[in-house]
């Protein structure tokens, strides 16, 4: 994919999520690095009600709780903790009905990322329609955004 190609799907996802929140109201979670460790800090109540969890089941707990697709999301984390955008989409486990188009944020302090700041738009899952059966093809956690800069590759199906 081209780099023009790229920055213009950037900017789509984001107006995309951008318009969802003004629409339907925020969905929003933060990420902190520990150690080697990935760990939840903060997800809103829309975010919770929408993927079917509470506050206790995801603040402070890591992306290896059980829940989630953790290797995939380390490795798209990996990349935000570098300083890039990251965008993904995913199927939440608990909410089959649904899929969340995610653009990660890393927040810098002093020139290092601190923390990311995830911005969700939720999606009804639907078997028929162009957008169901091309999200159906690929894994249920899907990274689309390129690779941090000094590497020129694509992200292949990880």
Same mark, same amino acid.
Do not use: W
């Given at each position: 994919?081209?780099?023009?190609?790229?920055?213009?799907?950037?900017?789509?996802?984001?107006?995309?999520?951008?318009?969802?929140?003004?629409e339907h109201g925020e969905?929003?979670?933060?990420?902190?690095?520990?150690?080697?460790?990935?760990?939840? @800090?903060?997800?809103?109540? *829309?975010?919770?009600? #929408?993927?079917?969890? !509470? =506050?206790? &089941?995801?603040?402070?707990?890591?992306?290896?709780?059980?829940?989630?697709?953790?290797?995939?999301?380390?490795?798209?984390?990996?990349?935000?903790?570098?300083?890039?955008?990251?965008?993904?989409?995913?199927?939440?486990?608990?909410?089959?009905?649904?899929?969340?188009?995610?653009?990660?944020?890393?927040?810098?302090?002093?020139? @290092?990322?601190?923390?990311? *700041?995830?911005?969700? #738009?939720?999606?009804? !899952? =639907?078997? &028929?329609?162009?957008?169901?059966?091309?999200?159906?093809?690929?894994?249920?956690?899907?990274?689309?955004?390129?690779?941090?800069?000094?590497?020129?590759?694509?992200?292949?199906?990880?």
């Open positions: 994919m081209s780099e023009q190609k790229q920055i213009e799907l950037k900017n789509v996802l984001k107006k995309m999520i951008r318009s969802y929140a003004a969905m929003i979670f933060k990420v902190v690095k520990v150690k080697d460790q990935y760990l939840f @800090s903060a997800a809103n109540t *829309k975010l919770l009600q #929408a993927i079917n969890l !509470n =506050e206790k &089941d995801v603040v402070g707990s890591s992306i290896y709780n059980g829940r989630l697709p953790a290797e995939d999301m380390k490795y798209a984390y990996d990349i935000a903790f570098n300083g890039q955008e990251i965008f993904y989409y995913f199927f939440p486990p608990l909410a089959s009905d649904i899929f969340l188009v995610v653009y990660c944020e890393p927040i810098f302090l002093n020139g @290092s990322v601190v923390e990311i *700041k995830g911005h969700c #738009a939720s999606l009804k !899952n =639907e078997s &028929d329609g162009i957008i169901g059966e091309l999200l159906h093809y690929y894994k249920p956690f899907k990274l689309i955004n390129p690779l941090p800069k000094e590497d020129k590759g694509e992200i292949k199906d990880k």
